[in-house]
């Protein structure tokens, strides 16, 4: 019997529970034999393997998080951990491994491959910085999360005619920035694809007050620089009291949108049935609207960059 193990690998995001939860209601009505494993690539070390049937996967569709566990695994990496992570796909005798994470999941996973062991590759990450997917799993809450909490800040900075500063996840890319700065209405961006200089920042910011905006948005990608410190120039600089706030792991948790839980949904039956196929060492994405798969080399070394019309538009709309 074909026996396939899933793992939710790096940051946690919401809509891994429902991709774990396809994987293994569809695996199973393939007449596969579902495991899971803990806590990512250390639970594959570990051996902390878990069978799982439909019940184990009951009532997870709305839940955040991952019950499985999810972990960013230094040991993964060294020659001994990822001996004795494969030693043990061998002995449960897994002939799939299905990895739900970002791209740090995904080199994991390509070591896995080079070892002998079978790998599916899911995107659940909120950054949707994965370069093979248009989207990743988690992505549209964390938007969602982000432009709710901005909101409120809006209220309470406009009743103080103050500028909020906030800074939004997203180690090395802008996504959750630059969508969730166009769906809040910010008056600026920043972006780790886009810089600019403080002094730039504070004119523009002056503009905006000398043109009669008497509150504002700005909104911070994390991997743009230290917002902290940006919040203390520009008040210095500008006069302009600042609210600066970091929305942090808030964006990682709560209740999947349905976004998420269809997309985790869909892309766990596709994994499964290129498993079916006989078609693995794939990375599972959605590009121009269809569901689709590439190899996870060329996954890898694929490239993903920001939308020019929404940084267009993103930039037009803040005038
Ligand atoms: O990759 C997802 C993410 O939430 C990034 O946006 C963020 O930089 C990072 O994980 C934070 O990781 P940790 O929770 O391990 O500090």
């Known amino acids: 019997m074909t026996k396939v193990a899933v793992l939710c690998s790096g940051g946690d995001a919401p809509g891994m529970n429902a991709a ?25 070390i570990d051996g902390s393997f878990v069978a799982l049937n439909s ?17 960013r ?12 992570a494969v030693a043990n796909c061998h002995q449960h005798q897994i002939d799939v491994l299905v990895v739900i994470g970002g791209d740090g999941s995904y080199a994991g996973a ?22 093979c997917t248009d989207y990743t799993i988690g992505f549209d809450t964390a938007v969602n999360t982000a432009v709710e909490s901005m909101y409120r800040l809006r209220d309470t900075s406009s009743a103080h005619h103050r500028a909020s500063l906030v800074e939004v996840m997203g180690r090395h890319a802008g996504y959750i920035a630059l969508y969730s700065a166009i769906a809040a209405g910010a008056d600026m961006v920043l972006l780790p694809e886009q810089i600019k200089s403080q002094e730039q920042i504070a004119e523009e910011l002056i503009g905006h007050q000398k043109m009669g905006k008497n509150h504002q948005l700005i909104v911070v990608a994390e991997g743009w620089g230290d917002s902290a410190q940006l919040a203390d120039y520009l008040a210095s600089s500008t006069g302009i009291k600042i609210n600066h706030d970091v929305l942090g792991h808030i964006q990682r948790g709560g209740e999947p949108s349905s976004m998420d839980r269809i997309h985790a949904s869909m892309m766990g039956q596709f994994a499964i049935d290129l498993i079916a196929q006989g078609l693995v060492n794939q990375l599972v994405g959605w590009r121009h609207g269809e569901y689709m ?27």
């Open 73 to 84: 695994s230094p040991e993964f990496r060294t020659p001994d951990g990822l001996a004795t």
């Open 55 to 71: 019940l184990s996967v009951a009532d997870i569709l709305n839940r955040g998080g991952a019950f499985l566990g999810s972990a």
């Open 20 to 44: 774990v939860r396809a994987v293994v209601r569809t695996g199973l009505s393939h007449g596969y034999h579902m495991l899971g494993v803990e806590n990512g690539y250390a639970g594959l």
């Open 293 to 319: 798969c590439m190899s996870i080399e060329a996954g890898l070394a694929a490239k993903k960059t920001l939308s020019a019309d929404m940084l267009k538009l993103a930039n037009v709309l803040s005038h």
């Open 110 to 131: 390509a070591t896995l491959v080079a070892e002998g062991v079978n790998v599916i590759g899911l995107p659940g990450t909120i950054d949707n910085d994965i370069a």
